[in-house]
């Protein structure tokens, strides 16, 4: 079992970096697939980005998402440039167990763990 914490939100202007972090219990964080996902208000949550076991592998929904993970700090890191008032959201972070290691999943069904989340309001 895995607690996910995240960090790093908070208000941004449009055309801003921000780097969100999502920080893992547990000496084997880094055996899990980790995903970011997004809520705005009113919307569904929606996939960003997700990387794969070990951080082999990773895909977002655009170029404006990066995301990478330091499991020697058990953490993973969302990356987003050139923000838009459209990623006005709370984002979470997700963690799947026993992932193997070149696999990413971007469903939410297929993810076993959830952070709290951390709110992202973007200002023009």
């Known amino acids: 079992q895995v607690q996910l914490v995240e960090s790093g939100g908070g208000l941004a202007q449009v055309g801003d970096s921000l780097r969100v972090s999502c920080t893992g219990s547990?000496?084997?964080?880094?055996?899990?697939?980790v995903g970011w996902f997004r809520q705005a208000p009113g919307r569904e949550r929606e996939f960003v980005a997700s990387?794969?076991?070990?951080?082999t592998n990773t895909y977002s929904v655009n170029g404006r998402f990066t995301i990478s993970r330091d499991d020697d700090k058990n953490a993973v890191y969302l990356l987003v440039n050139s923000l838009q008032a459209g990623d006005t959201a709370v984002y979470y972070c997700?963690?799947?167990?026993?992932?193997?290691?070149?696999?990413?999943?971007?469903?939410?069904?297929?993810?076993?763990?959830w952070g709290q989340g951390t709110q992202v309001p973007v200002s023009s």
């Open positions: 547990g000496p084997t964080f880094s055996s899990y697939c």
């Open positions: 990387i794969s076991a070990g951080g």
């Open positions: 997700a963690a799947r167990e026993n992932a193997p290691p070149v696999l990413y999943y971007w469903q939410t069904y297929e993810f076993d763990y």
